[in-house]
């Protein structure tokens, strides 16, 4: 079945896309995915996170007493310094951070705790200004050098930004791609190799209204992979939501 325009107002409901796509594309990984590995949906709504390559699932929360006064603190606990002033700030600006749209795909390694893989699905507020572009590129490129396969999936009609040409404009690579200029694309990307010999791959494919969408690789590990289909996951939501 074809790719629609979500973004018309006629057709209006690309939130209902977003909002329901992930799980969708979770639902049908978590049916090709070999143990430890699963996948997830995740979506925040101007989210800005830092902790984004992995998890521990042994963690508690610390239970140490708690210090509520000057006679609670211990003997070695280091003290103020009495007499020293900090001075003051050699610059103060603006800190606007841009929030960040995350509609989301993790897919975890379980047994170890780390974050493998990532589809991130562009949203309008994404792509909207030059900030918002480049929170976005960077959590992906963060994702990269920490080895996690990133995916990024583009069908935002309504901007006409390539967050994707940007990311490789980012990452230093020069060459032909061939969704790094138009609208929409869909493309998946890792960094592979030695530390010495570090190998940026990329997996995309522009994007066509009226035309069925690709299925790309997922990498879970440099020789370990999973399709990832996302006309399938697709058309399974656009059915359950009445998306025509």
Known sequence: MPLRDHFRPAR?????LHGGWPMMIATE?????PPPYSAAPRIHIGALEVD??????????DRSPVITGPADVPASA???????????PTATIAADLPPIDEYEVR?????????VAAIELVSPANKD?????GAFVTKCATLLLRRVCITIVDVVTNRSANLFGELLALMGQAGEFPAATGPLYAATCRRI???GHPRFETWSH??????????????????LVVPLDLEVSYEETCRNLHLA
């Open 52 to 61: 984004i390559a992995a998890f521990d699932p042994d963690w508690a929360p």
């Open 12 to 16: 209006g409901r690309w939130d209902a």
């Open 78 to 88: 280091p003290q103020a310094a009495p007499d020293w002033t900090p001075p003051e």
């Open 206 to 223: 522009r994007l066509v209204l009226g035309q069925p969408l690709p299925t790309l690789p997922l990498w879970l590990g440099d020789n």
């Open 129 to 133: 200004r030059p900030e918002s572009r």
């Open 193 to 195: 190799g030695g530390e």
């Open 107 to 115: 897919v975890y390694d379980t047994a170890n705790g780390l974050l």
């Open 29 to 33: 990984l978590n049916r090709r995915l």
